[in-house]
């Protein structure tokens, strides 16, 4: 079973970064594609980006493109997501997600707070 812990969020003002990370335990992350979701209050959880298991492929939701960046090092067990020039609509929980084709995991998330 594969657990994933989230860190890094926080408050930040409008046109600020943060670096999201999901270190990941109890399985091989490598067997796992990955992605980071994110839920506003009152609306439904959305997903912002994933990553394929090895790495090569990546996809993005419209709103973020070009903004943020999903990475991941299998070596350290642990999923990133570079967010950059953020704005306020993107205040929400980020999920981490872990899943194979049998398999889906989630995270407890992390509160990004985008506001000056």
């Known amino acids: 079973q594969l657990q994933l812990v989230e860190s890094g969020g926080g408050l930040v003002q409008p046109g600020g970064s943060l670096r999201l990370s999901c270190a990941t335990s109890g399985s091989t992350l490598e067997d796992y594609a990955t992605g980071w979701f994110r839920q506003a209050p009152g609306k439904e959880r959305e997903a912002v980006a994933c990553?394929?298991?090895?790495?090569?492929?990546?996809n993005y939701a419209d709103s973020v493109k070009g903004r943020f960046t999903i990475s991941r090092d299998n070596a350290k067990n642990t999923v990133y997501l570079q967010m950059n020039s953020l704005r306020p609509e993107d205040t929400a929980v980020y999920y981490c997600?872990?899943?194979?084709?049998?398999?889906?995991?989630w995270g407890q998330g992390t509160q990004v707070t985008v506001s000056s």
């Open positions: 997600n872990g899943k194979t084709r049998v398999n889906d995991y």
């Open positions: 990553i394929s298991s090895s790495g090569r492929s990546t």
